[in-house]
């Protein structure tokens, strides 16, 4: 198979999608943000990323507190929408059922099946539009009927993925295998030519 | 819906799966990480996270490069065992057809169709196991057959999801919807309860 190179930019797939809670003062507000990633399992962290010019980064910054909210497919058209309008000009706050758990200035999405109450443990820049916000995993809350043997299942969940540049989302797929196991299937000395 | 409360856990879903790779000495070398995420547009970077006790992240840190390869759903047993040993005592350098583009120390594997060759911008430790890796894409490789318009295609790329905890792998799934467009169904003014 022919390489050929792109020009650099942001090619991860999928992207996991997200919906970050903060208060804006006394009301409940929303972003939709791809741009996310676990960073560490002891203590669970997670980070989101966000351009400054973003209305919720300062909220995030002074209530040093965020939700992460994981969209089920059938939350796909309130998800885009939080995605498409500011909290500067749009209130967010009535446009879904809320609650606040243990951490009131990271409100959740009651239909989100799986939600996450972090505190911001760093702020970071690396020279660009964005902010880094890395927050420890506190609290969650999940819908009780997405889990099984007492862990989130992602074929109940329904999370969507997102694939960048052409803004198409997408649903979880069939099963693939297992991990830590089918790796022993692989044969070291089979080297495949890559094509 | 009744809401229950889980203990903190690295609960986001899914997870992208990718390869690393670096430069161990002389040796190419590799690990499997699901803790990654794009945290920048502007210029494009990404932030991969991994235990301090992994080989890996010396090696990263003396280059000050690492690649990342996105694995396709049929790389699926080479991946999980890239992710089963570890290259202090596995040699992976072997194991399948590398390809070092423009950035030598950034070893990179011809199977994947997507690679990206990242300089190191940042490492940060926030209190736990982890070191995070923050990364400019400097350079990205596809093959020619998963780009449809000079971008590359998420259903001819077919990546691995990785649900953690439950140790699945998954395929990518039916499409969803556009993103900034699916939302402008979305009837702020008939607030869903939730459940």
């Not at 809350?141 to 052409?166: R, V, W």
Request: with cysteine; proline share 7%.
């Amino acid at each position: 198979m022919k390489k050929i190179q792109l020009q650099p930019n942001t090619f991860l797939y999928p992207m996991p999608l997200v919906i970050v809670g903060t208060m804006a003062d006394d009301r409940p507000n929303f972003i939709t943000i791809a741009y996310c990633g676990i960073v560490q399992h002891t203590p669970p962290m997670i980070s989101i990323a966000s351009s400054k010019v973003h209305f919720s980064n300062k909220w995030i910054k002074r209530n040093r507190s965020f939700s992460v909210n994981i969209p089920s497919s059938d939350m796909i058209e309130l998800t885009d929408y939080i995605g498409m309008y500011s909290g500067r000009e749009t209130d967010k706050s009535e446009i879904c059922e809320l609650f606040c758990g243990d951490i009131p200035s990271a409100p959740m999405i009651k239909q989100s099946p799986l939600s996450l109450q972090c505190k911001l443990m760093e702020s970071i820049e690396v020279g660009g539009v964005n902010e880094i916000f890395i927050g420890e995993i506190l609290k969650v809350y999940a819908n009780e009927d997405c889990i099984t043997n007492g862990l989130p299942d992602i074929t109940k969940l329904q999370p969507i993925l997102f694939s960048m540049h052409d803004n198409n989302y997408w649903g979880v797929g069939k099963h693939l295998g297992k991990a830590w196991n089918i790796g022993k299937n692989f044969n070291p000395n089979t080297k495949k030519d890559g094509q």
